[in-house]
């Protein structure tokens, strides 16, 4: 993923809402149907990803786990 960013690439995520930080839905909430594409990085500590939600720039180390 990080290889493809830096090349300006988007990297499209295919992501379960239930590990996701920008929603709450409780333990134990699984959906998989939800995709994200990253569109950058910080170098460091965050990812852009292309949500709706206002709390969407995630941890990098979080997208590494989601992804």
């Known amino acids: 993923m990080i290889e493809m960013l830096n090349n ?3 990297v ?6 239930g590990f996701l930080p920008c929603f709450d ?3 134990g ?3 998989g149907g939800h995709t994200h594409v990253v569109c950058g990085y910080d170098g460091e ?4 990803v292309s949500e709706m939600e ?4 995630t941890s990098m180390r979080r997208a590494e786990d989601i992804y």
């Open 25 to 27: 839905f409780g333990e």
């Open 45 to 48: 500590k965050t990812v852009l």
């Open 12 to 17: 499209m995520m295919f992501v379960d809402m």
């Open 8 to 10: 300006r690439q988007p």
């Open 29 to 31: 909430y699984y959906f």
């Open 54 to 57: 206002p709390k969407a720039p």
